[in-house]
């Protein structure tokens, strides 16, 4: 065996194995909600949780179970908005095998505010629930 493909096989054992390791104990999940215009809900950006920027806006890495900070952002095509009605800070008590997905709610005009709504992860559950 080569040492280049020697060194490929050691990093994709490596990659694997921290892959795997997210899923080692229960886990929960961040992530936005899909558009609807009945309850005239939005899909804002999450932007950071626990103050470190996420590497996906839409969805979450897997996250430990507890209280984690999730800031969400939603901007309006309307009107120019200041920072502060764009952003909003969650303070969430994440529950093991449980994915929380955010809207943004219209409320009045420009104005909304954040929505969250659970789901069981079922494979999850099935794993770490008997």
Same mark, same amino acid.
């Given at each position: 065996?080569?040492?280049?493909?020697?060194?490929?096989?050691?990093?994709?054992?490596?990659?694997?194995?921290?892959?795997?390791?997210?899923?080692?104990? #229960?886990?929960?999940?961040?992530?936005?909600?899909?558009?609807?215009?009945?309850?005239?809900?939005? &899909?804002?950006?999450?932007? %950071?949780?626990?103050?470190?920027?996420?590497?996906?806006?839409?969805?979450?890495? #897997?996250?430990?179970?507890?209280?984690? %900070?999730?800031?969400?952002?939603?901007?309006?095509?309307?009107?120019? %908005?200041?920072?502060?009605?764009?952003? &909003?800070?969650?303070?969430?008590?994440?529950?093991?095998?449980? &994915?929380?997905?955010?809207?943004? %709610?219209?409320?009045?005009?420009?104005?909304?505010?954040?929505?969250?709504?659970?789901?069981?992860?079922?494979?999850?559950?099935?794993?770490?629930?008997?």
């Amino acid at each position: 065996m080569t040492a280049s493909r020697a060194a490929c096989l050691f990093a994709f054992a490596a990659t694997a194995a921290a892959a795997a390791g997210m899923y080692d104990q #229960p886990w929960s999940i961040v992530e936005g909600a899909d558009e609807s215009t009945v309850r005239k809900e939005f &899909r804002p950006a999450i932007t %950071q949780i626990d103050g470190k920027s996420t590497r996906n806006t839409v969805e979450s890495d #897997p996250l430990a179970p507890g209280k984690h %900070q999730v800031k969400i952002r939603f901007q309006t095509g309307r009107v120019a %908005q200041s920072p502060a009605d764009e952003e &909003r800070l969650l303070e969430l008590e994440l529950e093991a095998c449980t &994915r929380y997905r955010i809207a943004a %709610q219209r409320t009045t005009g420009t104005n909304w505010q954040p929505k969250v709504y659970t789901e069981k992860i079922g494979e999850c559950a099935q794993k770490f629930t008997r």
